[in-house]
Each structure stands twice: as C-alpha cells, then as structure tokens.
C-alpha cells in the first residue's frame, strides 16, 4: 500500500503564485514518477507536471502546454515527495489538484497512487 499526501492549495490572487507539495509513503520499492494532475468539473483529468524519478538526481520533467513557463515541478529534498510551483496564476487555473505517484512495491510489481486532492482558488 503506497499513499499520496497533499498539502499546500487554497485562495490565491490572479498573477499570484502558490506552492502544492506531495510526499508518497508506505512499501514503496522504486518510485517511476510523481506528478500532478487537475480535474476540473465536468472535465477530464488532465497532467500538468510530472517528473521521472530515474534521470539524474532531479528527474525529468514535462508540463502541459498550458502550464508550461508559469508552473515548476521538482523532487523534494526529503525522500519521495514532490512540490508544483506556481506563478503567474490564471483563473482557469482554479479547480481540484492531484498527486500521483507510481512505482514499485515489489521488483516486478507496479503501484499508482492518488492523494485526495488540493483545492485551487484563483480570486481577487
């Protein structure tokens, strides 16, 4: 059993910046990625970051169109936790946020986690 904790989230003003953190816990063998998803109502759930834990001591990483040049995702210091910071918020960057994170809990068997959600409310 592999969870996904969020923290962070809540009201941020338009062109502000706000800062999600996840960290994954439990019988975690090798994590693959972490990455955030958002969901808003009606609509499919959607990446917007992800970071492959196997590159190099930072992982590599990839971002939706959308988010890309406002939004940074990055491994944390402490082991297997992520954060997503943003800048430059938009409204339409309001909604519900999820961590991900999918790994190994055996050597050949695969885990994919979500956390509960972080709420984004981008208002003035």
């Known amino acids: 059993q592999v969870q996904a904790v969020e923290s962070g989230g809540g009201l941020v003003q338009p062109g502000g910046s706000l800062r999600l953190s996840c960290a994954a816990s439990?019988?975690?063998?090798?994590?693959?990625?972490m990455a955030w998803f958002r969901q808003a109502p009606g609509k499919d759930r959607e990446l917007v970051a992800r970071?492959?834990?196997?590159?190099?001591?930072?992982?590599?990483?990839d971002y939706a169109d959308s988010v890309k040049g406002r939004f940074t995702i990055s491994r944390g210091d402490a082991e297997n936790t992520v954060s997503l910071q943003t800048s430059s918020q938009k409204p339409e960057d309001a909604t519900i946020y999820y961590c991900n994170s999918r790994g190994y809990v055996t050597r050949c068997e695969t885990i994919n986690s979500w956390g509960q959600g972080a709420q984004v409310t981008v208002s003035s």
């Open positions: 439990g019988n975690i063998f090798s994590i693959v990625h």
């Open positions: 970071v492959l834990w196997s590159v190099g001591s930072t992982g590599s990483t």
